[in-house]
């Protein structure tokens, strides 16, 4: 289990606007453009509660209050709870909270209120870097190569294949290829046969993730994943558009989801 830390969370206002512009030039749609074409859904002054919570490996520094950056970028009213867990529900419900976010070490949900949806994270995460990855306007082919097949790779590449993509998919654990190509019909990628690709989604806890060799001039990499899946001087070499960014995109993708 791969745990956020407060660096990672360091101006997460910068990194989010970084992303949007990013996501922006790569698909010709901002990140709240791409969530409304992905759920059908826009926000309508729903609150957001936040609550922060200590069990497990406990409260994260700089994780409720880059939540609360995070609403109020996207145009969400939101607040953080005084008081953590069941006190901090308690709280967040008793003032006036539609929707609430909350994480453990396990889950990080949204759940909604009024109408009863609930989103989880890890593949609300995967089916939105698999849409931008999807969108990318200079795209010379329908080949996807996804790197990484777990809770966040996994939902992604099932996106990318309903979407009408040809997914490659590579992860080194064998049973989670073998899931991907029975369930999904994904093609497994065969690391000795060299291809290169123009759009890459990747979901790994692992750095370097990306062989030099799938990568072509311009491409788009959407990634979650931390740490960074590629080097800075192979994102330079190869001029790749970077969609990356540690927490903002995957919540904004939850909320809308539950709309
Ligand atoms: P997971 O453990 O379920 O899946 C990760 C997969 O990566 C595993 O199946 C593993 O075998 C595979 N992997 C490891 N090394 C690899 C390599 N070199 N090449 C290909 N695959 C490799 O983890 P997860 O829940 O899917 O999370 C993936 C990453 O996404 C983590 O870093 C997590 O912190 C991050 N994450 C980021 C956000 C965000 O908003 N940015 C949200 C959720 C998760
Ligand atoms: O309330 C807190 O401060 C903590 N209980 C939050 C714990 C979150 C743990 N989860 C993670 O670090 C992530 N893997 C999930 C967050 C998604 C963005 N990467
Ligand atoms: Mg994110």
Known sequence: MALLTPKDLININKQLQE???????????????????????????????????????????????????????????????????VSGYYEAVRDGAEIILMADDYTFLAHNLKNGKMAN???????????????YLKAYSKDVFVVGLGKVGFP??????????????????????????????????????PKKFSIIFEATPCANTIPESVLSENCVLSTPGIPCAISEELQTKYDVQLVAEPLGIGTVSMLYSVL
């Open 19 to 85: 992303a949007d512009s990013t996501v922006q030039r790569v698909t010709g749609l901002d990140i709240k453009g791409i969530c409304k074409a992905l759920y059908g859904t826009s926000p309508s002054s729903e609150k957001v509660g936040i609550v922060p919570v200590t069990s497990g490996n406990g409260i994260i520094g700089n994780f409720s209050a880059s939540l609360h950056a995070i609403t109020q970028y996207f145009g969400f009213e939101s607040f953080v709870t005084d008081m953590p867990d």
């Open 121 to 135: 994270n890890q593949p609300c995460t995967g089916i939105i870097y698999a849409e931008i990855a999807s969108r």
């Open 156 to 193: 992604g590449a099932a996106h990318l294949v309903q979407k009408g993509f040809r997914v490659y998919g590579y992860d080194p654990d064998e049973n989670l290829i073998q899931r991907a190509v029975s369930n999904l019909g994904v093609i497994p990628f065969n690391p000795e046969k």
